[in-house]
């Protein structure tokens, strides 16, 4: 006999949406000249209207940040800038459950990652900074290190306010001031975290949020006002961002995509194992830069592995985001919809043998059910493209040093999962692999004190952690090697 | 019996590719003059295929020398100290031959270089323990950050024998491979140093040092996709903006020194790699 879950919905009363949003410049919202819609991605319904922002409201937001530099946020001391973002914690910690509900209804995850996950990190990473604030001097990067002004910050769609969390905090922390563009179809909490600056009385002009497209983002990466350019997103958007800002003096940190292996050995702990290559792709519907997308298993326990994971994989409860009890949520966007069908099709081309549990998908909205392709070959493009989105590569290898071979050849290096009781061969596999992340009997776990970023072509510079405050502040005087 | 008027045997100037010294492939040289105008030499001018050629041997040596460990690489810079130091006065004067340099400041520069590799030599076995951390993690996870070389690391000299030497040993002492691209006069002395790393215990291809026209050489390192790390810092203003073009083809970490001595610049050759692993019984 089973037992069928009743859905538990979290009510959408907690948050307000209004019809129609501005930009916040200056410590208020100012209305754009444009509008586009932003829907739920669960349900196709408009939510409500974005302003489209154009370079004029770059330019003002831009002179905004710039403004509250000079005059006020790096007058501040230390001391005052961390109370502001203990500030900013705690109101967040209050409104946290408004803020995951919105997420949840922007995004298309699941309440249960935006409330557990998203918005706990985001409040702990305020808090975590916050404490920096008055400490710079301690941080490994000299007496006395310099912010570089208006940090300009683009971030995507699949973590709206943990993004906006890993780019303002450390910015303000180090004593920068800052401009930053949501993701054109995820920008209802940030500009709830803008009412948030307001209750904080947070200084105006130090946080500015223009919303718009990828147009409004480039005006912002080639603003000359802009010192320090922070980017989430993908690796091509990554390059032209190097490119535009290849004759400034532009610093720029730059998160990207990945191909993140996880390799499970033969002594591996399965069940765990398996509840990890879950957790690894399907956390968040795949949206994740980091995720597991190949698995890479140990050929004299892949039928085992395989087989425990499609089991898993049935159990997965796809549907209302809202449902408390949903694992799977809403592909965020048509487009990207769209790329996860073109690619997987793209697998079923190439040779691969594509498997999905029975998922009665809804009508209205974006879905994907949770995919696994076996038999998949180091060329197949599955097994080089970042797909983004539930669909996961599976590889098998025989000798440790070809399961290696195999999780490097991408020109990612993001992160990578290692799966074994055998502490000697996890570290040895952990020096091995050419990645910025590597969890170990674990995986997609974020921590604001832990540094994250890539090797290779998954971007420059490392957020949270002492390695993140680097990325906002130039090195201060050094006592040099006499 | 000592002749008198005794003719000089006179040095070939080679590349210095995979622990060997071979000629450019391509067969061209340029020449080398004395600040009074005097021929010294011929050095090779380095090619494209000499570059590519490094690549492969740099690629081919760095996985070793990086796995090396710290204290034997820390040897190994110090026995360059160690090779520089027999060497120093023939180097003093070919710089001040070939460069605009006085034989008393050249004399005090290679003192200096000399002493700039002891100095890196120190920093193998430290750089974990100063820019390495263990975090704090809120959950049941060992979680700790540690740097690690890029790989094949190419480098840029011009003018000043420190800064040749700075620029390599920055780029090596982590575990890096690296190729030097020299230009101009500075290859004469470049090549000497040559034979230093030649007898100093280090691995064919960690270093690697081409002699020609950076103008030339550059845009091919900033466009190798087997070329992970580019230090510009010898390249003029201007031309810096389309090496960085170039190099964001693969996200090549570009960096341009401050002329301080800090490991600041061995630190932007390296990546920092975090690893998560659970805590229970």
Redesign the interface.
């Known amino acids: 006999m089973t037992f069928e879950y009743a859905p538990a919905l979290e009510p959408r009363a907690i948050v307000t949406i209004k019809p129609k949003y501005g930009h916040f410049i200056n410590g208020s919202f100012v209305s754009g000249k444009r509008h586009f819609p932003t829907i739920n991605p669960a349900t196709e319904e408009i939510l409500s209207h974005l302003s489209l922002g154009s370079a004029s409201d770059i330019d003002k937001a831009v002179a905004a940040a710039q403004k509250a530099y000079t005059k006020t946020w790096s007058k501040l001391s230390g001391k005052e800038r961390g109370k502001y973002l203990y500030r900013i914690a705690r109101i967040l910690q209050e409104r946290a459950r408004e803020f995951a509900v919105l997420e949840t209804l922007d995004n298309g995850k699941p309440i249960r990652e935006t409330r557990d996950i998203d918005i706990p990190l985001v409040a ?1 990473h305020f808090f975590y900074h916050a404490g920096w604030a008055d400490k710079l001097d301690y941080a ?1 990067l ?1 007496h006395s290190p310099q912010p570089y002004g208006v940090a300009g910050q683009i971030i995507p769609w699949n973590f709206p306010l943990l993004m906006l969390a890993w780019k303002v905090a450390p910015a303000l922390a180090t004593g920068n001031t800052v401009v930053l563009k949501p993701a054109e179809t995820t920008s209802l909490t940030a500009l709830l975290f803008a009412e948030v600056c307001q209750q904080a009385e947070l200084p105006d002009g130090v946080v500015n949020i223009v919303t718009g497209d990828g147009s409004t983002g480039a005006t912002l990466v080639n603003h000359p006002g802009v010192h320090k350019i922070a980017f989430t997103g993908s ?1 091509e958007v ?2 032209k961002i ?2 535009a800002i ?2 400034t003096d532009k610093k720029a940190t ?1 998160e ?1 995509g990945g191909k993140g292996a996880n390799i499970v050995f033969d002594d591996a702990p399965v069940d765990e194992a398996v509840e990890g290559i879950v957790n690894g792709i399907f956390f968040n519907q795949g949206h994740v830069c980091c995720a597991g997308s190949r698995l890479i298993l140990q050929e004299s326990i892949a039928e085992e592995i395989i087989e425990k994971l499609k089991v898993r994989m049935a159990k997965i409860r796809v549907g209302d985001p809202l449902d408390k009890n949903t694992d799977l949520g809403a592909i965020n966007s048509r487009e990207q919809l769209t790329k996860i069908q073109e690619l997987a099709a793209i697998g079923d081309a190439e040779g691969a043998q594509r498997w999905s549990p029975q998922c009665n998908l809804s009508d209205k909205g974006y879905w994907f059910a949770p995919t696994i392709f076996t038999g998949v070959t180091q060329a197949h493009r599955i097994a080089q493209e970042e797909i983004f989105g539930p669909v996961l590569s599976v590889l098998t290898f025989r000798t440790p040093q070809e399961g290696i071979d195999k999780a490097n050849n991408t ?1 990612f290096g993001l992160s990578a999962g290692i799966w074994s009781e055998k502490g000697s061969r ?1 570290l040895w596999a ?1 020096q091995q692999l050419r ?8 995986f997609n ?1 974020f ?1 604001p ?5 890539g ?3 998954s ?2 510079g ?1 957020e949270g ?3 993140g405050l680097a990325a906002y502040l130039k ?1 201060g005087r ?1 006592s ?3 | 019996m000592v002749a008198t008027n005794r003719i000089e045997v006179k040095k070939t100037y080679k590349l210095f590719i995979n622990g060997a010294f071979p000629r450019s492939e391509s067969g061209r040289v340029f020449e080398v003059h004395s600040k009074k105008g005097e021929f010294i030499a011929n050095p090779c001018l380095a090619s494209r295929k000499d570059l590519r050629d490094s690549v492969t041997a740099a690629r081919a040596a760095q996985h070793g020398w990086a796995k090396a460990t710290a204290y034997n690489r820390g040897q190994i810079l110090y026995r360059i100290a160690e090779m520089l130091e027999g060497r120093a006065e023939q180097c003093a004067a070919e710089i001040s031959t070939t460069t605009a340099i006085t034989p008393l400041k050249a004399q005090s520069m290679v003192s200096e270089a000399i002493d ?1 590799w002891v ?1 890196y030599a120190g920093w193998s076995d430290k750089l974990s323990a ?2 390495g ?1 263990t ?5 049941p ?1 060992y ?1 700790f ?1 540690i740097p690690e070389p890029l790989g094949v690391v190419v480098v840029t000299a011009s003018d000043s024998f420190i800064d040749f030497i700075d620029a390599i040993a920055a780029a090596v002492v982590s575990g890096n491979s690296v190729i030097a691209l020299v230009d101009g006069g500075l290859s004469v002395p470049a090549m000497t140093f040559a034979e230093v790393l030649a007898t100093s215990d280090l691995p064919a291809g960690v270093i690697n040092i081409l002699t020609g026209s950076l103008d030339e050489l550059a845009p091919w390192a900033a466009s190798h996709m087997d070329v ?1 790390g580019f230090d510009i810092s010898a390249i003029s203003k201007k031309k ?3 090496l ?2 170039a ?5 090549k ?1 570009i960096y341009i020194a ?1 002329g ?3 490991p ?1 610049r061995i630190l932007a050759f390296m ?8 805590i229970g019984v």
Do not use: C
Request: without cysteine.
């Open positions: 702990a490994g000299g690796t990554g390059k190097a490119r290849a004759a730059l990207l020109p996890t952990s990645a910025g992340v590597i969890w170990a009997n674990t776990k921590d004190t832990s540094p994250f970023g090797y290779k072509e971007g420059w490392r952690g002492k390695h090195t050094e040099g090697g006499k | 700039r100095w100063v820019t951390a975090n704090p993690v809120a959950g996870y979680n950050t992970d810096r903006a389309e960085k073009v190099g964001a083809e693969n996200l970490r401050d301080k001595l800090t600041s990546e920092q790699k975090t690893v998560w692993h659970t």
